[in-house]
């Protein structure tokens, strides 16, 4: 019964779906291939996991295995890369959010369904916006990660209360106020 | 109308992520000076705080309505709905279930629109393959905000499709059958009022001043009248054994089955008569509170008999016990009874009624191929059940009722011209 609810959703699935979990996976490979940009080293095993990660995202992506899939990348990255400066960080970056952003956009989506252009173009746009915005701010980070300059402190609180108050804003509006 | 209740809006999985990401991450990055993670989770962050910043605020006012909900097989309808009020809103899914003999387009019943000034649209076009009483619902809708952030959800429930009949072609000769009727469109063989002419004849004591031919009565210098024959219609009696279902439907566009052939049969019978001005009741053989439908005549009739034949489901728990009366039908009805003739029930009930000298025939609805099964015992049974079958048509044939395929036009059309000849000859009913 399962086996053919799976066949059924196979058969259901519209060639738009398709291409958007093809998107999400190879931009999660993108993401491990940058990596292996940036060290000079293939990591075959992390390829294999997340290709996994990623298949299972891409078609369950109302769950949270795209959060795993994330952290096993970032995790990665932290562990064999110390340079902020490589122009393979922002590659990684943008395509960590472009697996994000497909698979919060098949999220509700069913199998059957197609999404209209206008909101294809729309999310696009937005994508775009943030991945500009990446790129932007790894600049700042090289730029200042090439002066070796001595840690501010009160810079640092600042940055942190600042983090903290983002927090704050997007716990309270995210949850419901009548619960 | 106003769907309901429509959900508050809540957080995704997605959003859960990004937040996760970005506030984990940008504080780890802070804490531990990783200029890595801070470009790793500055997108997730910027798109947590984008889509908490444009949170929608109040549910979206949702109003669907399937329109229209009663159609003929093979016509489609659609279930439309409506979002207001869906501010902050980005785009709109709604999706149909599956359900048998209802055809959605697209075949997934998935329809999506983007959400433009806090409005959007969809409409999921459905056909209806069967006749009967179908669920199409509960039809599912979410509304979701920029980044698939946050989710509205709701349910349209309880939408139903009537899906009446739609009647085989049919079509019978013209025929004089005697009928007790006054009204009508045929011409009676009896004289009286009516538009057909009959023949002119001596002037009469009672005969109406109207009906004097002037003329005739000029030149054969005694007063004359036009006689007429009276209009008359016919009370036809259908009788329809719902006992149980053979064979497999494949609803409008496939196969039929014997209660599908029975069905669009009784429907195409009852349009052909009421059409021509005569009365048609209807009586149901096997459901339990299938309502019965008195004699009467005109188009708004033919609509109540597709809707109690839309009703009709196979019941063949319960066997109506044959009574030796009437059952109402009056003398004088032509008695038209539908059936696959598996069940001897039919054949006992025709039997009862053709007993009491009431012209009666029966439709034989059973599907050509209804015996042949992978499983060979079935098939072997099936085999012997339509010899025993044949055996008790013939029997029936033996003692006056004519029982014939259905076959669209002029599947009728025998047994009315035998029972026009018999209508002429002396007749002897049991009382």
Same mark, same amino acid.
Request: with cysteine; hydrophobic share 45%; proline share 7%.
């Given at each position: ?7 059924? %959703? ?7 779906? #398709? ?24 990591? &075959? ?16 992506? =109302? ?11 970032? $995790?990665? $990255?932290?562990?064999?890369? =110390?340079?902020?400066?490589? &122009? ?21 989506? &069913?199998?059957?369904? %197609?999404? &209209?252009?206008?909101?294809?173009? %729309? #999310? ?13 701010? #790894? ?36 949850? =419901?106020?009548?619960? | ?34 200029? @890595? ?79 433009? +000034? ?12 069967? !006749? ?17 952030? /946050? ?18 072609? /049919? ?25 057909? /002419? ?15 031919? !002037?003329?005739? @009565?000029?030149?054969? +210098? ?11 219609? *016919? ?17 409008? +566009? ?127 049974? !099936? ?15 033996? *003692? ?32």
């Amino acid at each position: 019964m399962r086996v053919q609810a799976i066949v059924d %959703e196979f058969h259901r699935t519209t060639a738009q779906h #398709w291409r958007l979990r093809a998107i999400a996976v190879f931009a999660a490979l993108g993401a491990v291939l940058a990596a292996a940009g940036a060290n000079g080293r293939l990591w &075959p095993a992390g390829l294999v996991i997340v290709t996994a990660l990623a298949l299972a995202s891409a078609v369950r992506a =109302d769950t949270n295995v795209a959060l795993l899939l994330v952290v096993v990348v970032v $995790w990665h $990255w932290l562990a064999t890369i =110390d340079d902020a400066s490589t &122009p393979w960080l922002p590659v990684a970056a943008v395509c960590l959010l472009v697996h994000h952003t497909v698979t919060a956009l098949t999220a509700s989506l &069913p199998a059957g369904g %197609e999404l &209209p252009r206008q909101v294809l173009v %729309e #999310w696009v746009r937005r994508t775009a916006l943030v991945g500009a915005a990446t790129v932007a701010l #790894w600049a700042v980070v090289a730029l200042l990660d090439g002066r070796a300059a001595d840690g501010n402190g009160a810079l640092t609180a600042l940055a942190l209360a600042a983090a903290g108050a983002l927090a704050v804003t997007i716990r309270s509006r995210s949850l =419901d106020p009548n619960r | 109308m106003t769907v309901g209740p429509v959900r508050p809006w809540r957080p995704s999985p997605s959003h859960f992520r990004a937040a996760v990401i970005g506030v984990v991450g940008l504080a780890a990055a802070l804490l531990f000076r990783l200029p @890595s993670l801070l470009v790793l989770a500055a997108p997730f962050a910027i798109v947590a705080g984008w889509s908490a910043a444009t949170r929608p605020i109040g549910p979206p006012v949702v109003s669907g309505r399937l329109a229209p909900s009663t159609v003929r097989e093979g016509e489609g309808t659609a279930w439309t709905a409506t979002w207001s009020d869906a501010d902050r809103a980005d785009h709109v899914i709604a999706s149909s279930p599956d359900r048998l003999w209802i055809e959605t387009r697209p075949t997934s019943g998935v329809e999506t629109a983007a959400v433009v +000034d806090g409005e959007a649209s969809v409409s999921v076009p459905m056909r209806s393959t069967r !006749w009967g009483h179908h669920d199409v619902g509960p039809i599912a809708f979410v509304t979701i905000s920029s980044w698939g952030a /946050f989710r509205s959800k709701g349910l349209d429930g309880g939408l139903r499709i009537s899906t009446l009949p739609l009647p085989d072609r /049919f079509d019978a000769t013209p025929t004089r059958l005697r009928a007790d009727g006054l009204v009508g469109l045929h011409r009676s063989t009896n004289p009286g009022d009516g538009s057909e /002419f009959a023949s002119l004849r001596p002037f009469r004591a009672g005969d109406r001043l109207r009906r004097i031919n !002037w003329r005739r @009565s000029l030149r054969a +210098d005694a007063l004359h009248v036009t006689t007429t024959y009276a209009d008359q219609d *016919i009370h036809v009696a259908l009788i329809v054994d719902a006992l149980d279902d053979f064979g497999v439907s494949g609803g409008i +566009d496939g196969a039929a089955s014997s209660l599908d052939t029975t069905v669009r049969a009784a429907g195409a019978i009852a349009e052909h008569f009421l059409l021509g001005g005569d009365r048609v009741s209807l009586r149901i053989l096997g459901p339990r509170r299938s309502p019965n439908v008195p004699p009467a005549t005109g188009s708004g009739h033919l609509r109540r008999i597709l809707d109690v034949l839309t009703s009709v489901e196979p019941d063949p728990s319960r066997l109506p016990p044959i009574r030796n009366r009437l059952d109402a039908v009056p003398h004088g009805a032509l008695v038209v009874m539908l059936s696959p003739l598996v069940s001897p029930t039919a054949l006992e009930r025709a039997s009862s009624i053709a007993s009491h000298g009431i012209g009666v025939a029966v439709i034989d609805t059973l599907p050509d191929d209804v015996h042949l099964d992978d499983d060979p015992v079935t098939s072997l049974a !099936w085999r012997i059940r339509l010899l025993e079958r044949r055996r008790e048509v013939r029997t029936i044939q033996e *003692i006056g009722v004519p029982v014939t395929r259905w076959q669209c036009p002029g599947s009728l059309d025998p047994f009315l011209r035998d029972l026009v000849r018999r209508a002429a000859l002396p007749r002897m009913a049991r009382r």
